[in-house]
């Protein structure tokens, strides 16, 4: 079904790929699964926020703006990704980062600095809560700064995970795949909220698993809500008259562990696991959650030989060497 265009500025590389898993299906005796390699979108090591800043940029750039303005934890992988979308199109960055400088950067920090971003440390705000305030100085010192969200989550960016529909159908139809589950993970609404607008455009029948990897991601209104809502309004954006309830939203909160960013043992397993098994790097905060997640519905029987399972990899894989002590099982 057509929809309403919005500027767009390529940044990645697209269609990313999309593997078999054979070595880790046979391990797990459960369903076939795949992977969409969106750890390889190529944008400053790559990610699925490439996906939505093709849109935001786009959006930047329409605007005439001149900087980029965006925050969230100190490993954030969607502030470096910014970062690099900056640098690639000659805008300035502003990161707002939870916690405070370390004696020395690491991972995506130190991605982060390589690209030029500019950071400002905020403590215990670590979901962009400082946005405004740091937007605010940088109009009144003559810039003009485009605001992308917390994760790029709202209408413009996930139309990015919109078109990744439309990227994953045309491959599925070469592939002759008939993929039962879409299993990633989900934290701050945007790519669920896009995949499932996609999938009714699309005609895509998988679906959709998000595994929540933080608790209370969106403030107020309880996560499912709030990605319930977002799909909606990015329906609305496009001029589809498609609307969602939350009824309809799997979303599994139950692999929380110690909260975000706490590597305990699901994803050290999941992590070590599809390392040793594919030759593929998880990431300690969202992947290696959401494939924990996935061994545990498959372990739990709830997915069987019986499915076909694409696990979607959004990337995340710098923030490992920042935590090599928690990856190494004693
Ligand atoms: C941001 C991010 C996610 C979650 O995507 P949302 O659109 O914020 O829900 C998943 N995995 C990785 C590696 C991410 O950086």
Redesign the pocket.
């Known amino acids: 079904m057509p929809y309403k265009p919005l500027p767009r500025h390529s940044l990645g590389f697209f269609p990313t790929p999309l593997v078999p898993l054979p070595r880790l299906t046979e391990r797990l005796g459960g369903p076939a699964l795949f992977m969409k390699r969106d750890d390889l979108t190529g944008l400053g090591l790559g990610?699925?926020?490439t996906r939505k800043l093709e849109f935001l940029v786009g959006e930047a750039l329409a605007q005439g703006c001149d900087t980029l303005v965006t925050g969230g934890a100190a490993q954030s992988?969607?502030c470096r990704q910014t970062a690099a979308a900056a640098a690639a199109c000659g805008l300035a960055c502003h990161l707002v980062l939870g916690g405070a400088a370390p004696a020395v950067p690491e991972g995506n920090l130190l991605l982060d600095q390589l690209f030029g971003a500019v950071i400002h440390w905020t403590g215990e705000f670590r979901k962009g809560e400082k946005i405004p305030e740091i937007a605010e100085s940088l109009r009144s010192a003559g810039r003009k700064p485009y605001v992308v969200p917390y994760?790029g989550?709202n209408t413009t960016g996930a139309v990015g995970f919109v078109e990744a529909v439309r990227e994953l159908t045309a491959q599925l139809t070469q592939v002759g795949e008939a993929i039962t589950h879409i299993v990633f993970?989900?934290?701050?609404?945007?790519?669920?909220a896009g995949l499932m607008v996609g999938r009714r455009l699309f005609g895509l029948e998988s679906e959709l698993v998000g595994i929540g990897i933080d608790k209370g991601a969106s403030g107020d209104v309880p996560f499912a809500e709030h990605i319930v809502q977002l799909a909606n309004a990015t329906a609305e954006r496009l001029g589809v008259r498609d609307r969602f309830s939350a009824a309809e939203l799997i979303l599994h909160e139950e692999y929380l562990g110690d909260g975000y960013g706490v590597v305990g043992e699901l994803e050290r397993r999941a992590i070590g696991l599809v390392a040793r098994t594919e030759g593929i790097l998880l990431?300690p905060v969202?992947?290696g959650r959401a494939m924990g997640g996935l061994i545990d519905l498959i372990e739990r029987g709830e997915l069987t030989r019986g499915h076909a399972v694409l696990f979607w990899h959004?990337?995340?894989t710098p923030a490992l060497f920042p935590y090599a002590r928690d990856l190494i099982s004693s």
């Not at 993970?185 to 669920?192: C, F, K, W």
């Open positions: 990610g699925n926020k992988n969607h994760g989550s993970a989900s934290s701050s609404g945007g790519t669920h990431d969202y992947t959004t990337g995340g």
